[in-house]
């Protein structure tokens, strides 16, 4: 299996700051067939299914502000939120589909400082 | 706007069959990959299998052995079995569509998710 790391497990972020947050996958996800990076990035709130941010590594999903990008190449990733909103409250995953077993990172909490 | 509503049984007894369905309404189930997704109280998320529209499928091996899934075309369903279930296999239960046409993608659409519960 490809295994997803996350880190870190969790951060705390004052209004209006950058939150970062970086994946690790055991083995590359790039394609070079195709040129793509498998890896995506979800926001998780409570009581709710996953929400799809970032796909291709770095292609924003249709409604997703643009404070919100994605960025690395191979098995390194990072998601940032530029400047972090109280709605960006959330649990967030990284999830490769490179190959299967399906792998998501162990997620990581975003709260306000 | 694709939706996806999972539907089964919220408790199931130790040892006996897990079985969800999930719906697909305003569009076909044709030419995606179909997935089941699952996440225990306050934990991650783990993938269980997906399926393709023709019926191939793939699942995750650590499941492999209890797990069947399939679809029906003609109601634009899918569905999970999972068979001598635990407490371990008590989870919020998710279907999820890929977002690529016949390919692996990133899962764009999901369901609102089923909790089930494994209870002797």
């Known amino acids: 299996d490809v295994v997803m790391t996350q880190s870190p497990d969790s951060l705390a972020v004052s209004l209006g700051e950058r939150a970062t947050i970086n994946c690790k996958s055991s083995q590359s996800v790039f394609y070079g067939s195709n040129n793509k990076n498998y890896l995506a990035w979800y926001q998780q709130k409570p009581g709710q299914p996953p929400k799809l941010l970032i796909y291709w590594a770095s292609t924003r999903e249709s409604g997703v502000p643009d404070r919100f990008s994605g960025s690395g190449s191979g098995t390194d990733f990072t998601l940032t939120i530029s400047s972090l909103q109280a709605e960006d409250v959330a649990v967030y995953y990284c999830?490769?589909?490179?190959?299967?077993?399906?792998?998501f990172g162990q997620g990581t909490k975003v709260e306000i400082e | 706007q694709v939706r996806l509503q999972e539907s089964g049984p919220g408790l199931v007894k130790t040892s006996e069959t897990l079985s969800l369905t999930c719906s697909v309404s305003?569009?076909?189930?044709?030419?995606?990959?179909w997935s089941w997704i699952r996440q225990p109280p306050g934990k991650g998320l783990e993938w269980i299998g997906n399926i393709y529209y023709s019926g191939s499928t793939n699942y995750n091996p650590s499941l492999k052995s209890r797990v069947t899934i399939s679809v029906d075309r003609s109601k634009n369903q899918f569905s999970l079995k999972l068979t001598s279930v635990t407490a371990a296999d008590t989870a919020v239960y998710y279907c999820?569509?890929?977002?690529?046409?016949?390919?692996?993608?990133?899962?764009?659409?999901w369901g609102q998710g089923t909790v089930v519960t494994v209870s002797s």
């Open positions: 999820a569509k890929d977002r690529e046409v016949a390919s692996s993608g990133a899962f764009d659409i």
């Open positions: 305003t569009a076909s189930i044709r030419s995606y990959y």
């Open positions: 999830q490769q589909y490179y190959t299967t077993p399906r792998t």
